[in-house]
């Protein structure tokens, strides 16, 4: 393994039809809409900001409590509280438009018909560089069951947002990791036509206060996040790469730190969002960013673009040496090559 100068790697990177100087975006819910974040360093550092999932209509969310601590990740049950995609498009899009961010907006609705409505009203917005659906929603035409964990009612919002779309801003698909086959859902996503996927949204918690005998959350149930999941996302981003391995992915799911971010795209990730450690360190996007960058470089990468799914790659041959961290480098590996 070469390792060679940080400087000179291309971290830029490509979300379908999107492209990106790095591949380091925020996580939705996690950032607002970027104006927090605008005061700890310059939007135009990240990949992207990926904005709060936006509803149709103003939110209030669920009752609090909302946010709960586990040992090793975070539950929270925000309920999705917002102004509504009238105010977002006035206020939020025109202010990170003006700042230089590259936009993520993530969508959210409770039937198909409001997802519909979302992107026929983001159709006709400048400078959205994706547009992240949402399905970890309870269908109210559905029992409450949510969208992601059925492949049908998945393919029936990715269907209705790509028709209003289509041709003018790429479409990702997020999904819930609370399915016993994610492959299934991110292929009856692509099918309906979204042009790649994201994951992973929150795992479905609940704590007990052990004094209070209830429930700790006023929602109940919460997402939980953080590093504890981390290996759930990198499984899932893995397994998607193996079934769809030219759909792009932009992966999320306990990343702190540069390798963090490193496994992802190793997986198959194009790109990351990094969502819970943002609370704790506000610097921590930029700070993976640059981590990434070094630890590409010690690895021999030259591109990014090189080390998307890396770890797909045959199993060394018999006899093979592996450096002391069991990679070769992608130079010897071209070497190898018939
Ligand atoms: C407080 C909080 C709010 C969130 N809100 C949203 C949201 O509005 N839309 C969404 O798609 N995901 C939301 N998420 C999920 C994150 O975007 C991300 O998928 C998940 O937390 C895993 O990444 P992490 O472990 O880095 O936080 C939220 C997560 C947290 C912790």
């Known amino acids: 393994m070469t390792a060679i100068s940080p400087d000179p790697v291309d971290l830029s ?44 209509r103003p939110r209030a969310g669920r009752p609090t409590p909302r946010m709960a601590e586990t040992p090793s990740g975070m539950l929270n049950s925000i309920g999705l509280q917002g102004p509504g995609i009238e105010s977002f498009c006035q206020h939020d899009l025109p202010w990170l438009r003006n700042h230089g961010a590259r936009i993520v907006v993530s969508i959210a609705g409770g039937s198909v018909a409001e997802y519909a409505a979302l992107a026929q009203r983001l159709r006709d917005e400048s400078g959205i560089s994706v547009v992240e659906v949402n399905i970890s929603c309870p269908n109210v035409e559905d029992r409450g069951q949510v969208f992601a964990c059925d492949p049908g009612e998945s393919a029936r919002v990715l269907s209705a947002v790509v028709a209003e779309l ?97 496994e992802f795209v190793l997986a198959g990730a194009s790109a990351v969002s990094v969502g819970t450690a943002v609370f704790g ?58």
């Open 13 to 56: 990177t490509r979300l379908a039809s999107a492209e990106f100087p790095n591949p380091v975006f925020t996580a939705s819910g996690c950032a607002a809409a970027g104006r927090e974040l605008a005061q700890f360093f310059d939007l135009t550092e990240l990949g992207a900001v990926v904005t709060k999932s936006v509803m149709l």
């Open 166 to 262: 289509s041709g003018t801003i790429p479409v990702f698909a997020k999904l819930s990791p609370d399915v016993t086959d994610i492959t299934a859902i991110a292929r009856s996503c692509v099918d309906a036509g979204a042009d790649g996927l994201s994951m992973i949204n929150t795992l479905l918690g609940l704590k007990i206060d052990t004094d209070t005998l209830a429930p700790v959350l006023g929602g109940i149930t919460g997402g939980w996040s953080g590093p504890a999941i981390r290996p759930v996302a990198v499984r899932a981003v893995w397994q998607v790469r193996q079934a769809l391995p030219d759909v792009p992915i932009l992966g999320m799911g306990g990343i702190r730190t540069g390798l963090d971010a490193l």
């Open 281 to 338: 360190d506000p610097h921590a996007p930029i700070r993976v960013r640059d981590e990434l960058r070094q630890a590409l470089a010690e690895r021999g990468f030259a591109r990014l673009s090189d080390a998307i799914g890396y770890a797909h790659r045959p199993a060394p041959r018999h006899g093979r040496e592996l450096t002391p961290e069991g990679l070769d480098s992608p130079a010897d590996e071209e070497m190898m090559r018939p």
